[in-house]
């Protein structure tokens, strides 16, 4: 992949979010911004404006964030599952997504992006 994208971060602990920011900066992408809770994520997928996303799994509060994923699937956006130690199976609409694990690497996000994003 040559193009720079524009990767909007879902993610609740904003230390992690600005790694992650830094690191697509490094890659040579830019950041569409980040989002920290199910709610504040799916208004950014509603506005559009980017090319392709870094999914935590569990936001604050213990929230879930597989109404993101299913929002981003409808409007056909390529996502990076992020977890720390997720243990139960994802759904079986989310089971062929790439997963990113905690903690990450400039190289684990780079063959992430490469990874979702092959063939736009």
């Known amino acids: 992949m040559n193009e720079p994208l524009r990767v909007l971060v879902v993610e609740d602990e904003p230390l992690i979010a600005m790694v992650l920011e830094d690191?697509?900066?490094?890659?040579?992408?830019?950041s569409a911004g980040t989002a920290d809770s199910v709610e504040a994520a799916l208004a950014k997928v509603a506005d559009g404006g980017f090319d392709a996303v870094i999914l935590d799994l569990h936001l604050r509060n213990g929230e879930a964030s597989w109404p993101v994923a299913d929002a981003l699937m409808?409007?056909?956006k390529p996502f990076l599952l992020?977890?720390?130690g997720h243990l139960e199976a994802p759904?079986?609409?989310h089971a062929a997504v790439?997963?990113?694990t905690k903690p990450f690497t400039m190289e684990s996000v780079r063959t992430g992006l490469d990874e979702i994003t092959t063939g736009m």
């Open 98 to 100: 790439p997963v990113l």
């Open 82 to 84: 992020a977890t720390g």
């Open 74 to 76: 409808a409007v056909n």
């Open 23 to 30: 690191y697509l900066e490094c890659l040579g992408h830019g």
């Open 91 to 93: 759904p079986s609409r």
